[in-house]
Nanobody, 122 residues
Framework: QVQLVEPGGGLVQAGGALRLSCAASGRSFSSHVMGWFRQAPGKAREFVGCITWSRGNTVYADSVKGRFTISRDNAKNTVYLRMPSLKSADTAAYYC???????????????WGQGTQVTVSS
């Protein structure tokens, strides 16, 4: 059974930092792209960024480029989203997902984690 498990959310003050993780299991993801999305209440799911599992190539949304960093640890089958300098606008439920292409479109990702809440207080 494929599982993407995302611990690591929480409440943080503006300017603080969090690191989310996404542990993947149940199949090989070596040919997959791992994406991070977020969804604030009343808004559509938004692409944050993604990383290719094989080469570690990354793509970021303009809203987080230069601030958030995605990395992966192949030995642990885990992908990370490092989020420094958090703003209240970053408050959302964050989801990791696995798909077969580098894309910012949620429906192109096959597997999804359950999501973890990140709340940034100002």
């Amino acid at each position: 059974q494929v599982q993407l498990v995302e611990p690591g959310g929480g409440l943080v003050q503006a300017g603080g930092a969090l690191r989310l993780s996404c542990a993947a299991s149940g199949r090989s993801f070596s040919s997959h792209v791992m994406g991070w999305f977020r969804q604030a209440p009343g808004k559509a799911r938004e692409f944050v960024g993604c990383i290719t599992w094989s080469r570690g190539n990354t793509v970021y949304a303009d809203s987080v480029k230069g601030r958030f960093t995605i990395s992966r640890d192949n030995a642990k089958n885990t992908v990370y989203l490092r989020m420094p300098s958090l703003k209240s606008a970053d408050t959302a439920a964050y989801y990791c997902a696995a798909g077969l292409s580098t894309s910012n479109i949620p429906r192109l990702y096959t597997y999804w984690g359950q999501g973890t809440q990140v709340t940034v207080s100002s």
